[in-house]
Structure formats: C-alpha cells, structure tokens
C-alpha cells in the first residue's frame, strides 16, 4: 500500500496543520510505503518572494523530519524536484473538463470575492491529481477541504484509462496506467480554534505556530480571547478557547479534572493558559529540539531530499511512462 500526502509551502505550521494533517500522516506512515512531499509548486501562486519560498520549502522539510517522519521507512521529497509531475499534470490537463475545475472550491472562492484569479490557481486541483496518480497512490490522507480534489482526481484517472486503455474495468479498477487512489478523509479531526476563537488559520493572524521560539508561543497562548467571568465565578469550559485547545492535549482523565476546575470556580483563565503552555511544551519540545539540530544540519536534510527525489522520480518515471505509451507520446 502507498500512502502519499503533500503540504503546501506558504508558511510556519500551527496547532491547526499539526492535529488536523500531520499528525494522521505520522500515524499512517508505519502502515504502508509512505510518499510525503513539500508542495512548493502549489505555494507559487501564494508566496511571490524567492527567500520566502527557499525558507517555507525548507521549513515544511524540517517540520516533517522534527515531528517524526522516518526518512529510511518512507520517501520525503520536494514537489518541484520530480520533474515528471509537472509532465504528468498536462497530460491530464487534456482530459481535464473546464467545467469541473470552475466548481473547484479554491477557484470559486477566489472568483466570487472578486480576486485576480492566475492559471496556478484555476489549475491547482490538476496539479494535485498528478501528485498523487504519478505514484500510483492508495490512500491519501487529507483534511476534509481536500475532498472534492480527491474526487476530480478519480474522475480524471478513470478519464484517461475509459480513453486510453482498452483493458481498463471501471467496475475494478483494474487494467489502465493509472491506479485509482483512495481517499482517506479525516473527518473526525475537529477544527482546531485560533486564539481569537475562530478557525486557526494562517490567514487570520490568529496561530500558534509549532516552533516559534518560547516566547513568541507564550505570547500567542496569552492572548487566546476568554471572557470577562471573574477569578472565583464558575465557568463553562465548553465556551472557552483555551479549554478547546486544551482538549487536543489532554487525555480524558486530565481534561475531565480541568473541567470540573472550571465549573468549580476559583480558578483564572491564566492559570488555564499556564496550563495549556505546559501541555504545549511537553508535547512539541522534543520536536523543536530536534528541529533546531536539524538546522545545524542543513547537509543532512538535503542529502534526504535528494535521495527521497530520486526515489520519488524512479516511481514516477515508471507510470510517466506508461502514460505515455497510452497516449502515444512514446
Ligand atoms: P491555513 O488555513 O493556515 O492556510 P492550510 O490551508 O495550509 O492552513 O492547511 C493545511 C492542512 O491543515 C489542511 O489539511 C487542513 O485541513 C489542516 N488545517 C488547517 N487549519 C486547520 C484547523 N484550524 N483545524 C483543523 N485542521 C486544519
Ligand atoms: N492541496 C493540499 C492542501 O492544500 C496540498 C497537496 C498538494 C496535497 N498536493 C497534494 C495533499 C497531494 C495530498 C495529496 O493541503
């Protein structure tokens, strides 16, 4: 089994990318041949500064490493070194309806705000597709917004085998280029809230990023927003931001005993924050030690990169391949 997932390059990861994607892609990469890359081609539409893209690239590179992916059990690697995807992405492109990347959710989104919408974007679902059809992928771990372009991606590999493979069985899937993946929705992840209660988003200035420095993330958990219930008043933990949080931490015993503090009263929502930069710590300290050696081995990581494109390219080589002599291009 080949489980294959990607993250965009467009910035530092938070609570919100951790419990709702990376940490499933951790759990997962014990179960199968694990695929996992840096999608820094996806980033181009977003981050328009080469520093920017080096270090967000690398970053998402480091994040991986740090938080536990296992370079000799799976295969890291950047988008943008296996040139094949970018093959892969036009040959699907032609059997791509216009219609149904109008529908994608990022076009629509961008287009009914009113915003410039570049060809990067109106074709990212494309890209995707390619990433994930250019390894034969089974499963797909992904949050619940990547729904739909797992869906096209289906759609376009049973296009192009029904157009192009005279063997291929719909009913099976059996008999084409391309194999037709599975997604792996992970639905039971709740959206993590961001500090001012909406959705931790990158886009809301509203993070706690994985390996700010102590005092960046003290600064961010303090200034999680909770009401004005005063020190000894009871409070309800199922209307705080800081209890939200909290329960991504803790296990069910501790968080049950922080709940009765809360109805209890007595307690001050600082001590809750204390408390949640403490589970903070324990939880991601190890990974931002590691991280921080990692950055004093920069030769290391490459080296993993590099090795992991290779790997990455010798598969897709393989499947360009096949695609190819489906459609005549060989
Ligand atoms: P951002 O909103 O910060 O730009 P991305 O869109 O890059 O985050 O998200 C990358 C991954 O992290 C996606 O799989 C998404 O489902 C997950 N994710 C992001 N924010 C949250 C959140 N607040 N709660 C749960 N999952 C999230
Ligand atoms: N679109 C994904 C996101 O925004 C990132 C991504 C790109 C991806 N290519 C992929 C995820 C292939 C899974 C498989 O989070």
């Avoid at 149904?100 to 074709?123: I, N, P, S, T």
Wanted: with cysteine; aromatic share 8%.
């Amino acid at each position: 089994m080949r489980i294959l997932s990607g993250v965009k390059a467009t910035g530092r990861p938070h609570l919100g990318n951790y419990f709702g994607a990376i940490r499933q892609f951790l759990e997962l990469q014990s179960q199968g041949e694990g695929f996992y890359f840096v999608a820094d081609l996806h980033a181009l539409d977003l981050v328009r500064d080469a520093e920017k893209m080096r270090e967000y690239a690398l970053g998402v590179a480091l994040d991986y490493l740090a938080l536990g992916l296992d370079p000799e059990h799976c295969t890291l690697f950047m988008q943008s070194q296996v040139p094949e995807v970018s093959e892969l992405m036009w040959v699907l492109g032609s059997v791509t309806p216009m219609g149904q990347l109008q529908r994608a959710h990022g076009y629509k989104d961008a287009a009914a705000k009113g915003k410039e919408v570049d060809f990067g974007l109106f074709a990212y679902p494309v890209l995707m597709a390619a990433d994930i059809l250019l390894y034969r992928s089974n499963v797909v771990p992904v949050g619940k917004d990547q729904k739909q372009h797992l869906e096209l991606t289906r759609d376009l590999a049973v296009k192009f085998n029904l157009t192009y493979c005279k063997d291929f069985d719909p009913e099976t899937g059996e008999g084409g280029a391309l194999a037709l993946p599975e997604g792996h929705i992970l639905d039971d992840v709740a959206v993590v809230p961001g500090t001012d209660g909406r959705k931790m988003s990158k886009s809301y200035d509203n993070t706690i990023q994985l390996f700010a420095s102590d005092k960046q993330v003290k600064k961010s958990i303090m200034r999680v927003v909770t009401d004005s219930t005063p020190v000894e008043d009871a409070k309800d933990p199922e209307n705080c931001n800081v209890y939200g949080l909290l329960k991504l931490f803790l296990a069910d015993a501790a968080l049950a005993e922080v709940a009765d503090q809360y109805r209890a009263g007595g307690t001050g929502y600082g001590a809750f924050k204390t408390r949640l930069l403490d589970a903070f710590h324990t939880q991601f300290d190890a990974a931002r030690m590691r991280r921080q050696e990692l950055l004093e081995n920069l030769d290391y990581v490459h080296e993993v990169l590099r090795k992991g494109a290779a790997r990455a390219r010798e598969v897709g080589g393989e499947v360009l391949a096949d695609v190819q002599r489906a459609c005549g291009l060989r």
